[in-house]
């Protein structure tokens, strides 16, 4: 019986010393887990992170889960020796367990503090440091060179958005808009070549031209304002060659049978050919300086006089009176222009086929004639004053070109003007 007590109460002396002892164990594993804790926290607060809050609770469930499973199994043992192994081998895999993975969140958040996410419901987390290293490089490549994309376009677009508000057209531009305005120069008299949609020197000088006879800044670009004018001047051309047709037609069928003059007489039932004379060797001589004429233009009916008063390429004519200067005018719609029209120019009875194109230039009427000027019309600038005929209401001169003749500015025939001259010839024939 002593015997027995004695083994019952070393049993007992080893339990309280085992519940001691477990008990120390425990402890140091739950404060190794805070310890690590702590240092993720003060990890993550660096990096601007928010992670301290899901390693608090990963930290606390840890340790609960410890020490529950710590007391159940020192219980246990107290009752039945068999269980001591068991307790201990429970206890020492609970506490690596948790120390690793504290060691391990540790590890993650110093690595990159933010990548850490705790998936409570199955006790994993996701590491974004975990993916292979060389891919993660390429990413951070690719998202480098998406971001110099986006600081290219940015400056592109701040490029882009330097063009003023006002400019509708300038030149280096090419698209549908540039061809409207190329013919539209073209109906104006302003370009004489054939439009092909980019905004070049021949359209920013016809536009300079353009903007140089209507009073507005010279800079060879198309504002707001430029384009009102242009579409203005197109619409008021259109409705007076409607206007000056219909005028010719009216006029045509009301006007009484002419008896044709003596000097008309000898040109009826000729051909086309025979109203085109040469300008060289031609009309260069028969037209000489000095000389009147009459001017017929063939789309409006409408007629005036002219005096040829200075050219070698080409005749460069001036009106004789206000009122020949008017008549021109109201043929090009009101406004001075450069398109070709087909006229007869009737010099000393004989019918010639011309070309006319209606803007005056190079000159000043209130100014001497072949004085120094400062200033010339057409925006021809300073230089002698090309303008004989005074008072007629007309700054300088215009154009008239007949067959084969050629510009005095590049010493070329002009395809515009010939085509003029012929279609005046073909009228001639059918009409005289």
């Known amino acids: 019986m002593q015997y027995r007590r004695y083994v019952f109460g070393s049993v007992l002396a080893a339990a309280i010393t085992s519940v001691f002892y477990f008990a120390s164990l425990t402890t140091s594993p739950v404060d190794n887990i805070t310890e690590s804790n702590k240092a993720v926290e003060s990890s993550a607060a660096d990096a601007g992170t928010e992670t301290g809050q899901p390693l608090q609770l990963f930290s606390a469930d840890a340790g609960d889960s410890a020490a529950n499973s710590i007391t159940g199994d020192t219980a246990n043992s107290a009752a ?36 850490v ?8 987390r996701s590491d974004a440091h975990s993916q292979n290293p060389k891919k993660a490089e390429d990413q951070a490549g690719s998202a480098s060179k998406s971001m110099k994309q986006a600081n290219s376009n940015s400056s592109t677009v701040s490029r882009g958005t330097a063009r003023a508000s006002d400019v509708y057209l300038m030149k280096g531009d090419e698209n549908s808009k540039v061809i409207k305005l190329q013919k539209d120069l073209k109906t104006l008299g302003y370009f004489t070549v054939t439009p092909t949609g980019y905004y070049g020197d021949i359209t920013y000088e016809a536009v300079k031209k353009l903007q140089a006879a209507h ?10 304002s430029t384009l009102k004018l242009i579409e203005k001047l197109v619409k008021e051309k259109e409705e007076a060659d409607k206007a000056a047709a219909k005028q010719a037609q009216s006029d045509k069928a009301s006007k009484p049978a002419e008896v044709a003059k003596p000097s008309e007489t000898a040109n009826s039932g000729k051909k086309a050919e025979d109203y085109m004379m040469p300008w060289f060797g031609g009309v260069e001589s028969f037209f000489a300086r000095g000389e009147t004429a009459t001017v017929y233009d063939i789309k409006s009916g409408k007629s005036f006089k002219i005096k040829r008063t200075y050219g070698t390429n080409h005749a460069d004519c001036e009106t004789l009176t206000a009122e020949d200067t008017k008549i021109m005018k ?8 450069w398109e070709r029209r087909p006229v007869i120019v009737t010099v000393n009875g004989k019918k010639i086929a011309a070309s006319m194109a209606g803007m005056p230039h190079a000159g000043v009427d209130s100014e001497p004639a072949n004085a120094y000027v400062s200033k010339r019309s057409g925006d021809y600038g300073a230089g002698t004053n090309l303008d004989t005929v005074k008072g007629n209401g007309m700054d300088g001169h215009f154009d008239i070109h007949f067959l084969n003749s050629k510009t005095h500015g590049t010493g070329k025939v002009n395809a515009d003007h010939q085509n003029a001259v012929k279609e005046a010839a073909k009228w001639a024939a059918s009409n005289y």
């Open 215 to 224: 009073n507005l800044k010279q800079d060879g670009i198309v504002h707001t």
């Open 80 to 115: 039945d020796d068999t269980t001591k192994s068991t307790a201990d081998s429970i206890t020492n895999n609970t506490a690596e367990s948790a120390t690793k993975r504290a060691s391990d969140i540790i590890t993650d958040s110093t690595e990159g503090a933010g990548s």
């Open 117 to 124: 996410s705790i998936m409570e419901e199955n006790g994993t």
């Open 330 to 337: 109201q043929i090009y719609g009101g406004q001075w222009s």
